[in-house]
């Protein structure tokens, strides 16, 4: 099999379209973040309920990526990919005509349905396409264009949101990512050529079975739902924190808080790199410790503890998700688009369901109550990385003693 290889013109376009693929989905998926407490006054409802205007995104992203992996290997991954950007762009429009809230809660439900064709078949064309000795550092550049995509929509939401209102904040975004999707439709190369398929569902079933049955896959699932479910608790309910006294923020202020995400930009490539040399077991532990840590800062007053934790918190949450969204590829053998499907399930069901469960520990015990329910999730998370690695050890001692 031909994969392409660092150096070669195809990886150095590959890799700007892969940055491509993290920053649009992100970009649109995230928007409504920052201006959620605004949401909450227009529409006059909770900060649980307005918490739904991703909630639902990423709730209905979730089950689509299912089909959208399976989709991908009758059609063609990149016809998929970029008709998703397409779709969702106009999507990201449209939600901005919304009259009420629940009109905006369609238009950002549809969103999720159609922004599920890029996530889980980049991973998967990662895996396909990549030398399996490089896929590490190729998807750090992937989950680097995401962390850049939600740090710049939410920054160019609060900032447009201060001069205008959130609606042309949400509508010039989505214009933007329309014309980055169509560079990456002229910039992505070819995956393998493909071949025609009879669609089974049997087979498909088959598929999602053998891997949600895989001992070796499943904790990673797991991990992937903590660790979204973590970190979208603590980027939610930050803008609450920040607009009220003593730190009376403006959007434009808290958008800029955001530019915390350029850590993890530069953690999912430099801890992807690290996993190479010192081992993707280690890199994990420390990422996942470097986590918790960064949540623990946030606890201090100051906006400056604020950010510092963040900082670091975000460092620790890219290059976790990196490392395991990498382990996942290796270790699913065949049928890899459904396997990345099954993971992103798993993270974006944390991003919707611990989402707005958050929402209820923000309303009855203030901060201290969002980053105790963060320390628990990130708790047995990291038991469950101990766990993996100790039966990992194990399964390796028994194969050489055979």
């Given at each position: ?51 739904l ?11 689509t ?31 901005t ?16 349905v ?25 998807m ?11 740090m ?80 979208v ?33 530069f953690?999912s ?63 699913a ?64 001692h028994?194969?050489?003693s055979?």
């Amino acid at each position: 099999m031909t994969y392409i290889e660092p150096g070669t013109t195809d990886y150095k376009r590959a890799r700007i379209a892969l940055f491509i693929a993290g920053l649009v989905p992100f970009i649109s998926i995230y928007t409504t973040q920052p201006t959620m407490p605004l949401l909450a006054e227009e529409f006059n409802v909770s900060a649980p309920v307005a918490s739904l205007s991703l909630s639902m995104t990423t709730g209905l992203l979730a089950f689509t990526l299912l089909a959208a992996g399976t989709i991908s290997d009758y059609i063609g991954m990149k016809k998929i990919m970029v008709l998703s950007m397409i779709l969702t762009s106009i999507l990201g429009v449209l939600s901005t005509l919304s009259p009420n809230f629940y009109t905006l809660l369609l238009f950002r439900t549809l969103l999720g349905v159609f922004v599920a064709g890029v996530p889980s078949i980049a991973m998967a064309f990662i895996g396909r396409t990549f030398n399996p000795l490089h896929t590490s550092m190729i998807m750090g550049f992937y989950i680097a264009g995401s962390s850049i995509g939600g740090m710049s929509g939410r920054i160019l939401t609060g900032i447009l949101t201060d001069f205008f209102n959130w609606r042309i904040a949400i509508a010039s975004i989505g214009i933007l990512t329309l014309m980055l999707s169509l560079v990456f439709m002229y910039t992505l190369p070819a995956s393998q050529p493909h071949k025609t398929k009879k669609l089974s569902w049997g087979a498909i079933w088959g598929a999602y079975k053998m891997h949600l049955t895989n001992r070796r896959l499943t904790p990673l699932f797991i991990l992937g739902f903590l660790l979204m479910g973590s970190f979208v608790s603590i980027y939610n309910y930050i803008g609450f924190l920040l607009t009220q006294p003593p730190y009376n923020l403006s959007q434009t202020i808290i958008g800029f808080v955001f530019i915390v995400y350029l850590c993890g930009t530069f953690s999912s490539i430099y801890m992807g790199k690290k996993a190479s040399v010192y081992g993707e077991p280690f890199i994990l532990k420390l990422s996942f410790a470097i986590t918790i840590f960064g949540t623990l800062l946030t606890l201090f007053p100051g906006v400056i503890f604020k950010i510092i934790g963040l900082s670091i918190f975000t460092f620790g949450f890219f290059a976790s998700h990196s490392i395991v969204s990498a382990l996942v590829t290796e270790l699913a053998g065949i049928n890899k688009a459904q396997a990345s499907s099954l993971y992103l399930l798993f993270y974006y069901l944390g991003t919707s369901l611990v989402g707005s469960v958050g929402g209820y520990f923000w309303e009855s015990l203030h901060w201290v109550g969002v980053i105790s329910f963060n320390l628990c999730l990130l708790g047995v998370g990291l038991a469950i990385i101990f766990v993996r690695d100790y039966k990992e050890k194990h399964r390796e001692h028994s194969s050489a003693s055979m």
